[in-house]
């Protein structure tokens, strides 16, 4: 979503801009958390962010994360830079990858290992901007809008073609995360895996921070490297979001309809026949749900295989009604009804992966403070529920 700027027109402020937003959060692994995240758009250039959050729950976790996206290349013009890290701590760590019966789609809801643990990672993506179609050239797109809506500046022109609407992109993502448990066992030993994640995207929205119309489509290839503590493996992902505008009513100022199709496959992954397995990606990467963005309703990693599908659908309905109007920089809220179906499987197959499929549903607000979307869902599944708070639409 990156590369683009928001005038609005409703706020006068120019130049640097900070934002302190205080969270909350619970989530069946980690518990009842508070927190607190930051960003200063506009700096060190016009379009680019620096930002970061730390939290801490009652149930003894630590974290901190930190970033900086959006920076361009003097030297490189079509070239963007993103960097990123997260440290934890947790006293009561979930890995369900390390339970006696695995993270498969049949796995129990209690077969996992707790324990105190660490997780580490840090990411770096550098994306190009190609040179396709009627934005190819607008490095740094503008949208202009009135109190967080659209008024100018939509990169959908109503077809699904790269070379007449929307904007295109290639990435390279470099990658390294650790994850580790105090007392180290066969099963829950420490995982570490390194690599680098390519992608095409292709963003035809009207508004990437909040779509009313239009698509968006990602094709990813992973390659992870032999770190000795993780296999080399390969995976390969394709992302499809399609977002339907139903108008306005006497209550709403904006309804949208979004949908979200997603899967993941690890050619590499090889079962022999005495039961181990080679070439199989890190529990929390490749074909894994559970978490902030595919089925909500369970736990981070509750899933993990060779193969994975996840449909998700959400109905965005902005009211009319605005309890904190008086304040330019709160620009709307939105409620959210959200459900999804999906499963892991230990081959891609589609007859496999649309049986037994679990369900998450739940209900989100969104809001947009200044020019950031916060989210915070609420999910449910056959498992518990948890509430999350991030930055962003899910899709």
């Known amino acids: 979503m990156a590369f683009k700027m928001v005038q609005d027109t409703s706020d006068p ?12 959060f619970k989530t069946e692994a980690s518990g009842a958390g508070l927190g607190i995240g930051a960003t200063y758009s506009g700096w060190p250039q016009k379009q ?12 003894k976790t630590d974290a901190i994360y930190l970033n900086l996206t959006d920076f361009q290349l003097p030297f490189a013009k079509r070239f963007f830079v993103m960097v990123h890290g997260f440290d934890s701590s947790y006293d009561n760590m979930v890995s369900y990858a390390s339970g006696s019966g695995g993270s498969g789609n049949s796995s129990g809801e209690k077969d996992f290992y707790k324990g105190h643990g660490w997780d580490q990672w840090v990411e770096g993506e550098l994306t190009y901007v190609l040179p396709w179609g009627p934005f190819g050239d607008d490095l740094i797109h503008t949208y202009t809008t009135n109190r967080g809506l659209l008024t100018e500046g939509s990169v959908y022109k109503g077809t699904y073609d790269p070379s007449e609407s929307g904007r295109s992109y290639f990435k390279i993502k470099p990658y390294y995360r650790h994850r580790w448990y105090r007392e ?61 505008e139903l108008g306005e009513s006497s209550w709403f100022s904006k309804q949208v309809l979004a949908f979200n199709f997603w899967t993941v496959d690890t050619p590499s992954w090889n079962e022999r026949d005495n039961g181990s397995v080679t070439g199989a990606s890190p529990y ?19 899933f993990h295989d060779k193969a994975a599908i996840n449909y998700a659908v959400e109905y965005r309905v902005m009211p009319k009604w605005n309890p904190l109007g008086t304040f330019n ?18 081959y891609w197959s589609p007859l496999e992966l ?8 739940g209900v989100g607000l969104r809001v947009m403070i ?23 639409q899910t899709f």
Not at 371 to 392: C, H, K, P, Q, T
Request: charged share 20%; hydrophobic share 40%.
């Open 184 to 244: 180290s066992t066969p099963s829950n030993g420490s995982v570490e895996t390194g690599g680098v994640r390519f992608t095409l995207e292709y963003d035809n929205t009207d508004f990437t921070y909040d779509p009313s119309e239009g698509s968006k489509t990602m094709l990813r290839l992973y390659q992870g490297v032999d770190t000795g503590k993780s296999d080399a493996w390969t995976g390969v992902e394709f992302d499809f979001s399609k977002y339907w």
């Open 13 to 24: 402020h120019e130049g640097p801009r900070l934002l302190v937003v205080p969270f909350g």
């Open 329 to 346: 920089w709160f620009k709307w809220w939105e409620v959210v009804p959200f459900a999804e179906v999906g499963r892991v499987a230990p």
């Open 48 to 59: 680019a962010i620096v930002g970061g959050a730390a939290w801490k729950t009652f149930d």
């Open 370 to 392: 200044l020019n950031s979307v916060l989210r915070l869902d609420m999910a449910g599944s056959s498992e518990g529920a948890n509430v999350w708070a991030m930055i962003n």
């Open 284 to 302: 929390f990467m490749g074909a894994a749900l559970g978490g902030y963005t595919r089925q909500r309703g369970y736990p981070f990693y509750r």
């Open 354 to 361: 649309h049986g037994d499929m679990k369900v998450s549903a």
